[in-house]
T-cell receptor, first 116, second 115 residues
Framework: AQTVTQSQPEMSVQEAETVTLSCTYD???????LFWYKQPPSRQMILVIR??????QNATENRFSVNFQKAAKSFSLKISDSQLGDAAMYFC?????????????FGKGMKLTVNP | EPEVTQTPSHQVTQMGQEVILRCVPI?????FYWYRQILGQKVEFLVS????????KSEIFDDQFSVERPDGSNFTLKIRSTKLEDSAMYFC?????????????FGPGTRLTVT
């Protein structure tokens, strides 16, 4: 079974600074997808960024980018120029690309605080 | 922008009672999901639903649980006889299609408290 680990329960960053959120996962599969979801306080989870495992190039979405290290099974999220609105719970998630499984496997989440 | 909605936001029930959690997925989505998060633990997959039947379920989703799409808009999760350990945040999600990096859109959740 696949597992996702987010070892840092909380982090803080100063506004305008850069922060990196770590995520590791365990799988025996070669083809899969990885996601970062953001959940602001009292709001729904929204997708921040996704990565297909077969792609070597790291995904980027504006101020958000990932460092995908397939051999190390690591998938970290970098937030550049942090803004107050980035404060949220961040969840790393895995989804198999094999066998038609739709389920997301989540890490425990990490609370990011952005200090003005 | 279309959103997944869930009602109620908070449900308190007594052990042994039946509860129905309701979700309205995004209107053109065809795949529906339930996840739950017990306080302090990971978000866990419960079930996925497509074409009016369960397509995948986890070992958590036992006979106490059922899902239904009673009409063209609602998607419900029923817990037949609630236990204390069913207390959790329940998230509904929907997606447009199965293949590839299809995004699952989540609702805000229903907090279920079983006393």
């Amino acid at each position: 079974a696949q597992t996702v680990t987010q070892s840092q329960p909380e982090m803080s960053v100063q506004e305008a600074e850069t922060v990196t959120l770590s995520c590791t996962y365990d799988t025996s599969e070669s083809d899969y997808y990885l996601f970062w979801y953001k959940q602001p306080p009292s709001r729904q989870m929204i997708l921040v960024i996704r990565q297909e495992a077969y792609k070597q190039q790291n995904a980027t979405e504006n101020r958000f980018s990932v460092n995908f290290q397939k051999a190390a099974k690591s998938f970290s999220l970098k937030i550049s120029d942090s803004q107050l609105g980035d404060a949220a719970m961040y969840f790393c998630a895995y989804r198999s690309a094999q066998g038609g499984s739709e389920k997301l496997v989540f890490g425990k989440g990490m609370k990011l605080t952005v200090n003005p | 922008e279309p959103e997944v909605t869930q009602t109620p936001s908070h449900q308190v029930t007594q052990m042994g009672q039946e509860v129905i959690l309701r979700c309205v997925p995004i209107s053109n989505h065809l795949y529906f999901y339930w996840y739950r998060q017990i306080l302090g633990q990971k978000v866990e997959f419960l079930v996925s639903f497509y074409n009016n039947e369960i397509s995948e379920k986890s070992e958590i989703f036992d006979d106490q649980f059922s899902v239904e799409r009673p009409d063209g808009s609602n998607f419900t999760l029923k817990i037949r006889s609630t236990k204390l350990e069913d207390s959790a945040m329940y998230f509904c999600a929907s997606s447009e299609r199965l293949a590839g990096v299809d995004e699952q859109y989540f609702g805000p959740g229903t907090r279920l408290t079983v006393t």
